[in-house]
Each structure stands twice: as C-alpha cells, then as structure tokens.
C-alpha cells in the first residue's frame, strides 16, 4: 500500500464527519431528520423538473462510491429525474482515454492486466508520475525492472521514476502528439514496424501515414525540444523490445488535444503490433479507486451502463424493458460544461454525490459564481467540503470502509469491497439515500442490498454479465466476462481481434496543435497541474489525516533552480502566481524536477488552489480541460 | 538436562488452557480464507503446517500499538489513558518477532525514561514462540541470529520434533506451566535446532551500515517511494509521533523516519531534507543503536525498492 | 525519573505574559517541578488543542518558571494566543543541563543570538560575574530579549556586549552579526564558550571560535530544537546513537563534531 492507504482508516473516523442531514438556514446549516431531508430534496426536485425540466437538473456520481451506488445512482438520473446530465470526474482525467480508445480499439481500458507488467522488457511511461500515484503499480515495474526490463519515461518533469529510468525525454509540455508521430516515423521509415499486424488486423494506415511521413525526428525536435537522436533511439528500443508497455496518465489526457494524444499513442502500438497478448499494448491508469467501475457503469452523458450509445433504440428499448422506464435519448452535458449551464440558466439544480468541483474544476471563481447561481443544491458526502458549503442540503453518507459493493480497477478486475465498521451517526450507504429520494419522487426501486443492485447490473452490462457476488467470493473477476463460465479477460483485443465492429484497429491521423495558451511577454511560465502522492484530490479525506497533512500541509509551487536564482527567490520563499484568470499565493519550491520555463503546482489546497489559475479550454471530442498548460507568471512576495 | 521439556500436543494444549484458567486470551495462527495468517482467539486443532510469518508484527502491536491516546484534558488537571488491562498468551510467536519483543523490552522500559504503557501491556502478555522450519518470503533472521528459534524474548518456545513437541522456558512462568512434563537431554534439544538449521540456507553475517555513502544511498533513496510500510510492519521499529487527539487531548502514533516530516523542524528546515538522507538514518538505526531481526516484512511491504532486500543486495554491501 | 511523572503534564496556569519582542514572548507558569530546574534544561508544554512540544527554562521563580517562545509554527502561535489565567500543561524538566559546575569560577564566553538568549539566561544569573563575557546578538534592535536585565548584569561585572544584525534610527551601538564581536585576542584568553542561537548561527559562531584558537572539547552548545518527547523514546532527535534530549540537548562541540562525522543527515 502506498502511505495514503496505510492512514486511510484515520479520517473515516475523524470527528469532521457528517452525522445528520443538513439543511441551509441563513448562512449556515442546521440539523434535520432524514425525513426531513429527503422529502425537502425530492419536493424540490420534482418541482424544478416540473418547470424547467429534466434538461435543467445535473446530476454529479462518484469515482469513489462502488459501482452499485453509481449504477442507482444513473438510474434514477435517467428513469426518475429523466435526464441525461449525469457525469462524474473521469470527465477531468481520462474522459479523453474513453473517447480515444473507444475509437481507436472499440474498448476504453487498459489492454492488459497489471499482474503482466512483471513480463515485460521495457517499461514506457508518459505522462505519469506513477511512483508517486500509481505507487503499487510502480511496484510491480520496480520488479521487472529488477528481472532486467529497461525503463523509458517521456516526461516533461523530472519525476521520481524519470530519475531512474534508463532513458528520460523531457518534452515540451503539449507537444506529445509530435514526438509520438515521430516515433511512428522512425519505425515505418527504418522498417521496424509490424506490417503484417498492420495489414491484418488494423485500417485506416496509409491516412495516418500521410500526416505522419514529415515527421521526423528532426521535426519533433523543433516541436518538442527532445533531441532528434535521442527520439529515434528511443523509438527503436520501442519497437525492439519483445513485450514493452506503454503507460500513461493526465500528462497525456488532460490536454485539448487530450482524445488525440490517445489515438497517436494507440497508432503507435499498433503500427508496432505490440498489442492483443500478454506484457504489450496501452495502459491507462485510472486514478481513482472506482473510476473505471463509475465509467462502466454509465455514470457518462448519452453512455448507458456498459458504453451503450442512448441514441441506439435497441439499447433503450432493453434498459426500458429493465427498469419500466425508457430512458432520454438526448446527450447531456460533461460536467465541465455545467459551471457554463447553470450561469446561462439551463441548469437550475445540481446533485452533487462525493465530488468537490469547486476545488477539482478548472477556474475556480468560475465554478464559484456557478455554485452560488445553483437554484438547489444537494451535496452528499463525507465531510462539509467546499463545495457543500455552497449547498441547500447536505446529506451524511458511508465512507469506504463501511460500505458493501464492488470496485472495478484500472486493469477491468471487478473486485469485492466489504463493509467492516458501522457509520458515524446518521450516515446512510449512497444508494440507500439515491433509493428513497427516488421513492418519495414516484419511482421506487426497491433495491434491498448492494448484491441486488450487482445482480441488476449483471444483466445491464454483457462486460458483467458472468459475475456475481458469488463468484466474486473466489476473487476478482476481469471483464469481459459474458457468462459465468467465462473466466473473464485478462488482455484485450486477443491475438489483434479489436473490439471494435469488423475486428481492426483504426488508426486515426492527428498532428501537433499548440495548446490554446502559451507562455507570452506578460506570462512567461508555462504551469502544470498535479498532485502529490501524500495527499488525494482536494484533501477533504487526507488534511484530516495527521501524517499525510504533515508531510505537505501548505501550498507550493516548483521552479526550476536556474528560474530561481534569476528571480532571486530560495526554497521557502513566498511567491505569488499570476494568470489571466486568478492568482494564487504560496512557497517557491526549487527542485529540478521541472525543467527552466516549467512551473508545477497542485489542486489540492483551495485556497491556493492552482485551479484558480487554469483555463477551461475544452477538448472538443472528450470535454476534459486544458490542465497541464497554462501561462502564468510568477513574482517574489516582498 | 537441557531444561527442555517433551510434550505432546495434547500437553500443548492443557499449557494453553491453563493459561485461560489464570486469565489469559489465548491467541493462535489461524489462516483467513485469503491466505493471511492472524493472531485470533481460541486454542487450534492442530499445529498449521504450512504457517508462516504474520504479515503484521502482531507481537509488537500487542504492546506498542500502531496508535494511541496519551493524556486529555479534563475536569482539573490532565487525565491519563492508561493502556487497556488485558491478559494475552500468543501462542505461535515467530522466533524473529520473540526477539524483536526483547529489543523493545529493552528499549521502552530499560533506557533512560521507562514507558508505563508499554511495561503494562508487556506484564500482561505471555509469549509462547515457535521455532521455525521454513524461512519466510524475503527474511534473514538466521543471519540476523533471531532464526530459526529464538534466544530471548518469550516464555516458552517450542520446537517441532516428530510427532511431539520440544519446550524450554526462559521465565519462571513459563518453567511453572511445564514443571509436569518430563525432561528432554541436552544433546536432543541442539540435535532439533541444528536440524531447524539445516533446513535454512547458510547466511553470511549482517553488514554494518557505512553513514554518509553517497552512491548507496543514493541508489535506495532513488527507489524508494515514500509508502512507510518498513516502518509500520517492523517488528523492531519503535519511533513515534506526538499529534492532536479529539479537540483537547494529545495521542501518539508510530512515525515514519523516511518522511520528510519526521525530521522537519519548527520553522521548516529540515535535518535530513532528501530521501537518501532519510535511508542514511534509517539504515544507521537498523544496524546501528537500533536493530533488525530480519524477518523480512520491510521487503514485502516496500512499494518501491529500497528495504532489506534492495540494501543487502546492492553491490558493495555485502560484509566482509 | 519514571512512572507517571514524565507521562502525564501537570496543569499549569499563564501567571504572566510579557511581550520581549516582535514574534517572541515570555510566559510565567505555575510548576510544581521550578526547584529541579537546572540551566539549560527544558520542559515539555502542552499548548491546548495542540500537542507538546519542548522548550528550554528562561527563568525560574518561586512555585513558577519562565519559556520565552517564539511564533514558528502551529503549537506556538496556539499559545500566543492564549491569555494570563489560561490553563496550559508541563512537565519536566528534562535534558542535560550546561555544565556549570565545570565553568564555576572560570573565564566564560557565552555567544548567543537571537531567542538564544533564552536558554542561557539561566545560566547567566548563576555565572555573573567579573569572569563572564556575553555577546549577545539579535536581528534588529527590538529583538534584543531581556533588555531591562542588562544594566544588573553589567553591575554584577559582566562583560556584555550587543550587536544588531540591522541598526534602527536610535540604535548608536555595533552593527553586523554575533560572530564579528569575535577576535583572537577575546577568545584566546577564555576558557570555555558557550553558544545558543539559531542553527545558522550556531554552525558560523562555532566555527570561528575554532579557527580562533578555543579546542572544541571546551565550547559547549545546545541542540533543543531537534526534539520532540523529550524522554527519549520517540526518535526523532536521535543522532548517531545519541538522543539529543537525554543525552543533551547540551553537548561540548567535540561531541558533537564527532556525532556529525558517523551520523546521518545534518546537524544544525
């Protein structure tokens, strides 16, 4: 277990936690019963339904809640509230992966299995600070590398893992398309690409090609600053090795061009036929415990459970036939899109279930205004974040190690999770308090336990189908799994049969964009985003656990030592960062783990929050946000 | 005469229900559905064959737990939160875990301050240690001399041999309980440990840890990602820190050395500021004024690479 | 000391606050313990809502005893919150005191900076004499702590002597840091330094008083602000295979030379 794993248990009985629903009175809150509460959201539901509309309400899921909360959850979204808005926060992480890999090999998930990463000869990691936040996986990397794998990182920071690598190429930050392409170009250029895999099991390569034939590891250089040499010596170790992996994580989907850096990475896998068998293909690590669960379960506008399009009128007859309901055949909005909505007034009310969006979205003065705008609020949650603040009716709900359900990793193993100690007062499991509020608004559902709400899902989803709570007993079962006689899949797209209709790949031609904003005259820096291994998200679970909070109790920011000394500042001196949308304020960190021109600051304080600083460009395919670059500048506070 | 004892098992388990006679909680391996092994109530059917390490110090947490209330406020003074008055007999203590309970026997009541929970708890548990005939994933306690049975550190131990059972006492408790059983001659008892022995691969003796060695700390530093698994499953490692409890009250709770924040100081600087400063001081501890029984828990809880196993197989450590 | 006595703080009560300086304060509490207290040792203070943390004896008076804190972090800016009459807890004291039987009757330099002062003040009031030279240095003129007690310390033949990092508009006296009230000849005619401040001042005054001519063996200095239990048990202010807190926090500097070169991690 990484730290945060060995604390976990500190803040579920931490004494912040919420006991009984809340209401708003005045500025503040006070108690009330359930009743009470419940029957105050369903009222007001059903009232700003009956006169703006389904369209008018956004309904929020959790990453972190097991799957049957979400699968009631999306349910009562579309049968009950008759909307389709109903997101979650993969829509700021791999919403672009989602997109990307649908298109490109007909299934959104990681190809393979973290139990095969010990196989593998070469490690390739980009845009992932995995030893920091994927530190079990970086585990079983450590291990292969032991075994003699070599270790690639593409990397615009010097991240713990780059330091050890066997080869570090540090690229501009938004220019990956560009040094993938080059990839591309070296292996077809120097004949090191798998043409039978490509002739056979993919299409769509000579379009690809045309894009991709002028860009040469020369060209990559001007783009991304990684020596052309280098590239290309990287790109043959690539195609050289027998079973390499490639991983990734926000440094590659949190980008406007986010959908197309996943495709150029899948182009590249496939144009080197490193995919459909064991210790190869294309990682995406999915950050939170339940994000791959929540997206499988259809917690995604115009995704019913199980990636079924809602336009598709077989499919709605299907989930009409299971839950007496023909769900809304129009496609709701992404989350990073609702601030938008509310503040032009098509979105009154918001359902907020375990996600913080005033200190996890982009621009945060804008969120702000959207949450003060909010006709009805309803937070459900832990703890009284920032987000609730802005609520008219918080409800207590169960932390993890007091819920019953199942999570679905990041390599599609559907796991158990058992409940071990009671909840804290009043606090209700999710689905429980989903369950009433759709009973008191005329559509109950009679769940009576996590396990029914499985069995429920195993017959929405064909990925579930086989499993069961039964089944699962005997341990974790990875999906596919259309029968209960089917051992589940433990790698995609088997021997080059793609996922998607027809069975090949699809290459899909992109080149590099600059990113919507760079560093100019007046904001010389470029900022990244991120986090740190000690604390998650926005620290509503982590600041109340005494050894994580120590380790990072304060805002900071990294800059490059040079960058320092030419500003005069020291490791502990106050800075102030400055973009075109807000400031923030906090301690300079040198470290050379940025490079000169590169600043890296986290969201996990909200009061310096460095998405007070970061813009909400859009990728137009997946709608997740520009995170990794903006401009900013950066002064010495006197 | 060896001071050992013969017993059967059926002798075994009258020694355990005496002990629940006096009072005690008798705790025995038993194996969850998943594999793991736990200390839980209730005497066993038999011995398990197959048992292993604890993946857990559950020796240590018997008397140091993971965390702990010290003192709140109250009324007119402080009020002090006594360690809770339990009578516990672990049966089936590993060797490794028996001797890392005499280091902080040492440690926590035979240095300068003496600490009153720790002494409490520890009067209150009876150790009855098993010698071992397997070495557990990653361990080195033959090297380490806590393996394959223990010199100090329970009250009985136990030695499988054949079908029965061999016993010493290092207590007058543990001497009482096996008063009736008959004597075992001295040479059958170095006959079992020397055949225990054989059956673990020959180890080379422990380096001393070289402070201020770049390259090795270096290279481990790089490595290891900050997880605090090597201090919370050693049986051996005793620091802790000192931190709010409820809204007036102070608890205590064991503190990674290889966090950055354990050597903060008020202020912000930092004594030992970077992670192979941190492995500096941990190694230095380990084999140095602290101690290490090589059980080898560090190694299989270490997320990256930097516990025993990375220290002892990095070139230039092996002891001369 | 064992038992409940170093487990459990006593309560104390804030007789007295006075403000000494931007940031710094003292603070008079009742303890039961003030007879023990040796220059140079500490105690243990539970600022409420928070947690304990050591702090080094700046004055002992009948039934009460004297910290002199300055706002670093959480637990003490807790405390400046607090007013007289507020209830904190102590106890103690602990550590190694300064060793004054040794310095008794001795020519003695005690070099000090800043809220240095404090954990020599002690031992100031049972040295004062014609034999004791104190140079005493602090950022700026309004951070020189204990001013009114200068004049009695002079009275009693004490060669004192200020400095300021950064002169005011009515500061007339020296200018520059601690360690340029240093010179050969002072330092030569001593026999034994003592040096308490911040640890940058710490590793500069040591320094040249080696280079000056005094053997480290007889500079003795004091390292309170590694520790955090104060009894010896937590860790955190081991070096090597000393605990600063029982140990110390007094050591002479060839101890702590020595500890340097075979522990890990820096010193000051």
């Known amino acids: 277990m990484c730290a945060k794993g060995w604390r976990s248990y500190e803040f579920a009985a931490h004494p912040d936690r919420l006991k009984k629903p809340l209401i708003r009175e005045g500025d503040g809150f006070r108690e009330a019963s359930w009743d009470e509460a419940l029957d105050r959201v369903a009222g007001r539901l059903l009232e700003i339904k009956g006169k703006f509309g389904p369209e008018a309400i956004q309904v929020l899921g959790s990453a972190k809640c097991p799957n049957e909360d979400n699968y009631v959850l999306q349910r009562w979204a579309r049968a009950c509230l008759r909307t389709d808005n109903v997101d979650h926060c993969a829509r700021l992480c791999h919403a672009s992966t989602v997109a990307g890999l649908a298109r490109a090999f007909g299934s959104g998930a990681m190809t393979q299995s973290i139990s095969e990463i010990e196989g593998s000869d070469l490690i390739v990691l980009t845009g992932s600070n995995t030893a920091e936040q994927h530190p079990v996986i970086a585990s079983h990397m450590l291990r292969a590398i032991n075994r003699g794998a070599k270790l690639l990182v593409i990397d615009p920071r010097k991240t713990p893992m780059a330091r050890i690598a066997d080869v570090h190429l540090s690229p501009r930050p938004g220019t990956d398309i560009a040094w993938i392409n080059a990839f591309i170009n070296v292996l077809v250029n120097e004949n090191l690409h798998d043409r039978r895999f490509i002739e056979e099991h993919t299409e769509g390569f000579s379009e690809m090609w045309e894009k991709v034939r002028q860009c040469t590891p020369e060209a990559a250089e001007r783009i991304t600053g990684i020596p052309a040499g280098e590239l290309a010596e990287a790109a043959r170790l690539y195609a050289r090795s027998r079973n390499p992996m490639i991983f990734y994580a926000m440094g590659i989907t949190q980008h406007v061009t986010g959908t197309q850096n996943v495709m150029a990475l899948a182009n590249l896998v496939m144009v080197a036929g490193k995919i459909g068998r064991p210790s190869t293909g294309l990682c995406p690590l999915r950050g939170q415990n339940n994000v791959q669960g929540a997206c499988d379960v259809g917690v995604l506008p115009g995704m019913l459970p199980g990636y079924r399009s809602n336009s598709d009128e077989r499919i709605l007859g299907q989930f009409e036939a299971l839950w007496g309901v023909r769900p809304p055949s129009w496609k709701g909005i992404p989350s990073t899109q609702a601030p938008d909505a509310i503040l032009a007034g098509k979105v009154r009310a918001l359902y907020s279930m375990g996600e913080n969006i005033f200190s996890s979205h982009p621009d945060m003065h804008h969120v702000e205004e959207a949450l003060r705008r909010t006709d009805f609020l309803v937070v459900q949650d832990l703890f009284l974040t920032e987000t609730a603040r802005f609520a008219h009716v918080v409800l207590p709900a169960t932390a993890w190690p007091e819920k019953e359900g199942t999570f679905t990793g990041t390599d599609r193993t559907v796991q158990r999770v058992r409940k071990a100690v009671e909840p804290p007062g009043e606090a209700w499991d999710d689905w429980r308090i989903i369950g009433e509020v759709s009973r008191r608004m005329g559509y109950p559902m009679e769940f009576r336990s996590p396990e029914t709400i499985f069995s429920e899902m195993a017959k929405a989803i064909p990925l579930y189908a086989g499993m069961s709570y039964e089944r699962l007993e005997q341990g974790g079962v990875q999906w596919p799994c259309p029968s209960p006689d089917h051992p589940g899949t433990p790698y995609l797209h088997r021997d080059g049969v793609f996922a998607r209709p027809g069975g090949r790949g699809r290459f899909h031609p992109v080149e590099h964009v600059e990113p919507p904003e760079r560093p100019d005259a007046e904001y010389p820096f470029c900022l990244s985003t991120g986090r740190v291994g000690f604390h998650w998200h926005t620290r509503s679970m982590t600041s109340r656990i005494g050894l994580l909070e120590r380790e990072y109790p304060a805002a900071f920011v990294d800059v490059n030592p040079e960058d320092g000394r030419r500003l005069g500042l020291r490791s502990g001196d106050r800075v102030r960062v400055t973009s075109r949308r807000g400031s923030l304020e906090c301690a300079a960190r040198l470290t050379d783990e940025v490079p000169p021109g590169l600043l890296f600051a986290t969201f996990h304080y909200s009061e310096a929050s460095a998405n007070a600083l970061t813009l909400n460009a859009l990728d137009p395919i997946a709608q997740i946000p520009e995170l990794k670059v903006s401009a900013v500048r950066l002064e010495k506070v006197p | ?320 | 000391m064992s038992g409940r006595g170093h487990e459990l703080p006593e309560s104390s009560k804030i007789i007295r606050i006075r403000d000494e300086g931007p940031g710094i304060r003292s603070f008079d509490l009742t303890f039961s313990g003030w007879e023990e207290v040796r220059p140079g040792q500490m105690v243990k203070l539970y600022a409420p809502g928070h947690w304990e943390f050591p702090v080094s004896v700046s004055g002992v008076d009948e039934g009460a005893i004297t910290l002199t804190l300055a706002r670093v972090g959480v637990a003490t800016t807790a405390m400046f919150g607090l007013s007289e009459g507020a209830t904190v807890g102590l106890r103690g004291p602990f550590g190694r005191p300064w060793p004054t039987q040794l310095l008794w009757g001795r020519k003695v330099l005690v070099v000090a900076g800043g809220v240095g002062l404090a954990p020599t003040r002690l031992l100031l009031r049972e040295l004062a004499g014609p034999g004791l030279t104190l140079l005493y240095g602090a950022r700026s003129p309004s951070l020189l702590l204990f001013r009114d007690e200068y004049g009695e310390l002079v009275d009693r033949g004490v060669d004192l002597r200020l400095t300021v990092d950064a002169g005011d508009a009515t500061w007339k006296g020296h200018v520059g840091v601690v360690t340029t009230l240093l010179d050969r000849d002072l330092v030569r005619t001593r026999d034994h330094a003592v040096v308490a401040g911040p640890p940058v001042m710490m590793h500069f005054a040591t320094r040249a008083l080696v280079e000056m001519g005094m053997p480290p063996e007889r500079i003795f200095v004091t390292l309170e602000n590694h520790m955090k239990c104060g009894v010896g048990l937590c860790g955190h202010c081991r070096i090597g295979d000393r605990y600063v807190c029982t140990d110390g926090p007094v050591f002479s500097l060839a101890e702590v030379f020595a500890l340097q070169e075979r522990s890990a991690g820096n010193l000051w």
């Open chain 2, 1 to 320: 005469m060896s001071g050992a004892k013969r017993l059967s098992w059926g002798d075994l388990t009258r020694v355990l229900r005496a002990l629940e006679k006096e009072g005690y909680e008798v705790l025995s391996p038993q194996k969850n559905r998943w594999g793991d092994w736990f200390p839980e109530p209730g005497l066993p059917a038999g011995w398990p064959g197959d048992f292993q390490n604890y993946a857990y110090p559950f020796l240590k947490e018997a008397v140091f737990p993971l965390e702990e209330p010290l003192f709140s406020s109250g009324g007119t003074g402080f009020v002090f939160h006594a360690a809770e008055d339990r009578r516990l007999a672990f049966f089936g203590a590993r060797p490794c875990d028996a001797e890392a309970l005499a280091y902080t026997d040492l440690f926590f009541t035979g240095r300068f301050f003496a600490d009153s929970r720790y002494r409490a708890r520890r009067r209150n548990l009876f150790v009855i240690a098993a010698a071992c005939r397997a070495p557990c994933p990653k361990s080195f306690c033959v090297a380490a001399q806590a393996g394959p049975w223990a010199r100090k550190g329970f009250d009985i131990q136990v030695y499988p041999a054949g079908g029965d059972w061999l016993a010493e006492a290092a207590t007058l408790q543990g001497r009482r309980l096996l008063s009736a059983y008959p004597d075992v001659r001295r040479e059958d008892l170095l006959r079992v440990r020397r055949e225990l022995e054989g059956l673990f691969p020959a180890p080379g003796p422990l380096p001393r840890h070289t402070v201020r060695d770049a390259a090795r700390t270096g290279w481990l530093g790089a490595r290891c990602f900050r997880c605090g698994a090597c201090i919370w499953l050693c049986p051996t490692c005793t620091c802790y820190d000192q931190c709010r409890f409820g809204k007036d009250g102070v608890k205590r709770e064991q503190d990674p050395c290889l966090f950055e924040g354990y050597h903060r100081l008020a202020g912000g600087a930092s004594l030992r500021p970077t992670q192979p400063h941190r492995m500096d001081f941990r190694y230095e501890c380990k084999f140095g004024v602290g101690a290490c029984v090589g059980c080898g828990r560090c190694s299989v809880g270490c997320v990256g690479y930097a516990a025993m196993e990375a220290y002892l197989e990095r070139p230039g450590s092996r002891a001369t």
